[in-house]
């Protein structure tokens, strides 16, 4: 199934490939399979910003800079780094970096649930770990994803 930048995808099969090849990974799966999975787990995301056009496919491109770099003189601030018409090249490559946890046998959209501390087989029983979740942290996608993602701690001032 061919892909379409833009509407069914970040980043092509050939991204997908030449990314692996670099890092001398093999991926088992499908591309396209392995592009689309990766992509549902993006769109959950809460990004910062808002979509350019409001009913555009993908949630990027995005403004994702405000007009406060218009507010103050020039040297400042830095100048935005992104436009709001091409999507980020740290998308594409969280969605290769995605697509190969995937292929690799994550799951990224996984249900959270408690650590297993101990197991006992013979007459079923289960310890949990207290406080602790048994998801998979994966650095790699949240430290490339981080200046996208809003936070979900909101700071109210009174």
Do not use: W
């Not at 990004?47 to 040297?75: E, H, W």
Request: include cysteine.
């Amino acid at each position: 199934m061919a892909l379409i930048v833009g509407t069914d995808t970040y980043a092509n099969e050939a991204e997908l490939t030449a990314y692996a090849t670099k890092r001398g990974v093999t991926i088992a799966g499908d591309l396209s399979v392995l592009l689309t999975k990766a992509l549902d787990y993006l769109e959950t995301r809460n990004y910062i910003g808002t979509k350019t056009v409001y009913n555009q496919a993908l949630q990027f491109p995005r403004i994702l800079c405000g007009d406060i770099y218009s507010q103050y003189p020039q040297g400042y601030y830095t100048p935005c780094p992104y436009d709001s018409v091409t999507v980020p090249t740290e998308i594409k490559t969280a969605q290769c970096i995605a697509a190969l946890l995937i292929d690799g046998g994550s799951d990224l959209q996984s249900t959270l649930g408690q650590a297993i501390k101990r197991e006992k087989v013979s007459v079923l029983e289960t310890e949990y770990q207290d406080y602790s979740s048994n998801a998979e942290t994966h650095r790699a996608l949240d430290d490339i994803l981080r200046n996208f993602v809003s936070s979900s701690v909101k700071v109210t001032r009174v």
